[in-house]
C-alpha cells in the first residue's frame, strides 16, 4: 500500500514563488550593497558605476517580486 501523501502533487507555485522571494531579497541587498559603494567612491568614475550596478539589482528585484506575486495569486485561483 501506498502512502497517501504520493498521490498529491506538490504546489510548485508556491515553491518557485518562495524561490522568487529569495531572489527579491538577494537583489535587494545587493542594491544596498551597490549603493553604499556608490556612497563610498572616490570617484565620480567609481560613483557612477556603483549607482548604475544598484539601479540594475533594484530592477532584478522587481521584476522577481512582480513574478512571485503571480505565482502566488495564480496559486490562489487553484486551490478549492
Known sequence: MQPETTNRRPDTRQDAA???QTRVDDA???A???SAAAEQATT???RRAHERVA???AALARS???H???LRLRGMGDRP
Do not use: M, T
Open 32 to 34: 544596498r550593497a551597490a
Open 18 to 20: 518562495a524561490a522568487a
Open 28 to 30: 535587494r541587498a545587493r
Open 64 to 66: 522577481h517580486e512582480d
Open 68 to 70: 512571485a506575486r503571480a
Open 55 to 57: 539601479d540594475v539589482h
Open 44 to 46: 565620480e568614475y567609481a
